[in-house]
């Protein structure tokens, strides 16, 4: 089994114009996604895949490898898809394709090892990691994607509102979805063929096409916080978290 790492980011975001670039601790955000998606040892490539050829030349100066991908693109998966094919690498329909949102800036190896390995063990078509809510006001956040669960690990639902409910106990852990996604290359594929549905469009949520047509989708839980950048706030927080996060660490002071 191969796998491969794509990391798709485009300046052009609708909440956060250019939080690709922006710095945290002197380093783009985007750089400090590809560093950490390079810790692990598991990945045959770590690509960036991008529009932008600012994204393109921040990545290539740090000496990492980035694919220009199509201005047209509305999903992170059909850039995910692109770059991959871009790539030729002759992947097999097996082969393991991991994208990484580039405003996942808290990714780190311990996660991707454990996305790798939950493929490799069960084989599902689609895996998410998901990571532990903590924060009321992150739980009521309709910017925040919540996830549940069936008792074997399999998604149930995603929405933008506060789910499990708090109505009745307050003590129900909730976890949001991140944008770390792993996909068989077959599935991958087969993904940007599917139409959309309509709890999709509801929630605008993408991978509620996978459960409404009928495809399992499994879940990788972390009890470890994560902030996917969507606004200068974000940043800010990030930073901070950043700033004492053990894998940061380990490039920090080469990578300035």
């Known amino acids: 089994m191969r796998n491969i790492c794509v990391i798709p980011a485009r300046l052009g975001s609708s909440r956060y114009p250019g939080k690709p670039l922006a710095a945290l601790l002197g380093i783009p955000l985007v ?45 992170a998966t059909d850039r995910t898809q692109e770059a991959v094919e871009k790539m030729r690498l002759d992947l097999s329909s097996e082969d393991f394709v991991l994208m990484v949102q580039g405003d996942e800036v808290l990714v780190n190896p311990e ?50 509102a506060p789910i499990p409910s708090r109505a009745r106990s307050k003590s129900s852990a909730a976890y949001q979805q991140t944008g770390v996604i792993g996909f068989s290359w077959e599935f991958l594929k087969k993904f940007s063929t599917l139409p959309q549905t309509p709890l999709e469009i509801a929630e605008s949520v993408d991978m509620l096409r996978v459960l409404e047509h009928g495809f399992p989708l499994k879940l990788v839980f972390t009890d470890v916080e994560t902030i996917g950048v969507d606004t200068p706030e974000d940043l800010s927080r990030a930073e901070v978290v950043l700033s004492t996060d053990e894998f940061t660490a380990s490039y920090l002071e080469t990578a300035r």
């Open 111 to 160: 996660m991707t090892d454990r996305m790798v390995g939950i493929y490799k063990d069960t084989r599902p078509d689609v895996v998410n990691l998901v990571s532990r809510l903590y924060r009321p006001e992150d739980q009521d956040d309709p910017n925040t994607v919540k996830v549940v669960a069936a008792p074997n690990g399999n998604a149930l639902y995603f929405s933008r």
């Open 31 to 75: 750089l400090h996604v590809w560093h950490r998606c390079c810790l692990s040892r598991e990945f045959e490539r770590v690509v960036v895949a991008t529009c932008d050829a600012e994204i393109a030349d921040a990545v290539t100066a740090a000496g990492g490898e980035a694919v220009m991908t199509s201005r047209s693109h509305e999903r």
